[in-house]
């Protein structure tokens, strides 16, 4: 059993012309073209009450991101 507390997040990435996520964020050597806004499923690994900020990592990558509470839906 897993205390993981999974959620879905919404942050703006940086995309290339094909809708990718790109920039830093990929292996591909592609302009970023604009930025967009994406929901993506994550697990919470530290909330700063104080600031109210969460510490995300992506499911599906691997990367680590502060998100503000406003942009993350926990899962049940």
């Known amino acids: 059993m ?6 879905e997040y ?3 990435f940086p995309v290339d012309k094909w809708g990718r996520i790109g920039g830093m964020l990929s292996l591909a050597d592609v302009p970023v073209v604009s930025y967009k806004d994406l929901t993506r ?16 990592e992506d499911v599906m ?10 942009n993350v839906h926990i899962l049940d």
Do not use: A, H
Not at 2 to 7: A, D, G, R, S, V
Not at 41 to 54: A, S
């Open 2 to 7: 897993t205390n993981e507390i999974y959620c």
């Open 10 to 12: 919404t942050k703006t």
């Open 41 to 56: 499923e994550g697990i919470v690994r530290y909330k700063d009450p104080d600031k109210n900020l969460f510490e995300i």
């Open 61 to 70: 990558e691997g990367w680590t991101f502060v998100v503000p509470e406003e």
